[in-house]
């Protein structure tokens, strides 16, 4: 008798996604739509664009007060970003 090495679908799909190279667009298509969530319904409304690019994510903001007010918490806004997501995706946020 013999034993076969099972996995967990989740495990598979991790696998198969990162030798396709799909995890970190993944990563960052979850890690932009957490953003309303973790940043809350007051800052979304005002958000009018989130996009990614090296490992930074940039938010366009309508409202110039609140800008200097996030540009203040951008370290706790990264740490609860990448805590949404699960992984390291992105080391900085830029707001304009």
Same mark, same amino acid.
Do not use: C
């Given at each position: ?6 996995? @967990?679908?989740?495990?598979?799909? !991790?696998?198969? $996604?990162?030798?396709?190279? $799909?995890? @970190?667009?993944? !990563?960052?298509?979850? !890690?932009?739509?957490?953003?309303? @969530?973790?940043?809350? *319904?007051?800052?979304?409304?005002? @958000? %009018?664009? %989130?996009?990614?690019?090296?490992? %930074?994510?940039?938010?366009? $903001? /309508?409202? *110039?007060? !609140?800008?200097?007010?996030? /540009? ?8 609860? $970003? ?13 707001? /304009?």
């Amino acid at each position: 008798m013999f034993r076969r090495q099972t996995e @967990t679908l989740h495990d598979v799909l !991790l696998k198969v $996604l990162h030798k396709q190279g $799909l995890e @970190t667009p993944i !990563l960052q298509k979850r !890690l932009v739509e957490a953003w309303p @969530t973790v940043a809350g *319904p007051v800052i979304a409304r005002y @958000t %009018t664009e %989130t996009y990614i690019y090296n490992q %930074t994510l940039f938010v366009r $903001l /309508s409202n *110039p007060a !609140l800008r200097a007010d996030l /540009s203040m918490q951008r370290q706790v806004l990264v740490q609860r $970003l990448n805590d949404a997501v699960g992984e390291r995706v992105i080391i900085d946020i830029r707001f /304009s």
